[in-house]
């Protein structure tokens, strides 16, 4: 048994399950050895999946017994944030207040680490968290099952998070730990085969082209902002890119598919 929890492709899984959510993981079972989140980094999209498949079982029952479609994409997404403990949205908010402030590189990184939450903050996370329930009911309402809308999009964003880190460099603000090295070509292509054959075989083709290009904007946008605001990416932009890029591709899905009715 012991052999069986060392096989290195379960240590990279469940290496990104610890940190991604608060599923409860004794990691001694598993390595002596830190984790090695760059090195587990192609199963950052499976993780996502399972955030979605355990976020949209929720909400799938809540339709099933008969509570409204609003209501139950509300709970479905209530319960992804407390598995995950937010963690995309904390740096959403975040990002949002420092950047929202504006000044030096210094005083945005300081507003950035204030725990306190400010009204950019605020507002963005409550926007995002409005808007991501309006992508759900959307595609809720054009046939699709909650439990494939959400592991899908939290798939994406967990996807877009390697192409983040490789296409920018990090800021002399982000904490060791914060920011995974840089990630091979292997790891990067098996990361988007296995979130590209969930998606393929869901959704039209035309729609992921679409929400693929709305998920490179926001990824091209906040390497621009980044840089300019900080110098480079930190955790929180990271993060924050994650979250918009989920509903960028949602969105492009959403829009296509509506499109066609």
């Known amino acids: 048994m012991k052999v069986f929890l060392q096989n290195k492709y379960l240590i990279d899984f469940f290496a990104t399950v610890m940190f991604f959510t608060r599923i409860p993981i004794n ?9 090695d989140l760059t090195r587990a980094a192609w199963s950052f999209p499976i993780v996502g999946f399972l955030i979605g498949i355990i976020s949209g079982i929720c909400g799938e029952f ?44 210094e005083k945005i990184n300081e507003i950035m680490h204030d725990s306190r939450l400010g009204t950019y903050g605020t ?4 926007l995002g968290l409005l808007i991501r ?25 967990k996807l877009a998070i390697l192409f ?9 603000f982000a904490k060791t730990g914060t920011i995974i090295e840089y990630i091979s070509f292997n790891k990067i292509l098996l990361a988007t085969i296995i979130w590209s ?34 110098g480079g990416i930190t955790g929180d932009i990271l993060g924050a890119t994650a979250f918009l890029t989920e509903l960028a591709f ?8 509506g499109s066609m009715f």
């Open 197 to 230: 054959i969930a998606v393929v075989f869901i959704f039209p083709f035309l729609g992921i082209l679409l929400g693929i290009f709305l998920a490179a904007v926001v990824v091209l946008t906040m390497i621009k902002l980044s840089n300019r605001k900080l």
């Open 250 to 257: 949602m969105l492009g899905l959403a829009i296509y598919l």
């Open 123 to 126: 507002s963005a996370l409550t």
């Open 62 to 105: 809540c339709i099933l017994v008969n509570l409204p479609i609003f209501l139950s994409c509300t709970i479905a997404i209530a319960v992804s944030l407390m598995v995950t403990g937010a963690f995309h949205e904390d740096g959403l908010a975040d990002m949002a207040d420092g950047f929202g402030a504006g000044g030096s590189p």
């Open 133 to 157: 329930i309006g992508i759900t009911i959307a595609l809720v309402d054009l046939g699709y099952s909650m439990l494939i809308i959400l592991a899908i999009s939290f798939a994406s964003g």
């Open 164 to 172: 983040m880190r490789n296409f920018s460099y990090p800021s002399n």
């Open 27 to 35: 990691w001694t079972y598993f390595s002596d050895k830190a984790p």
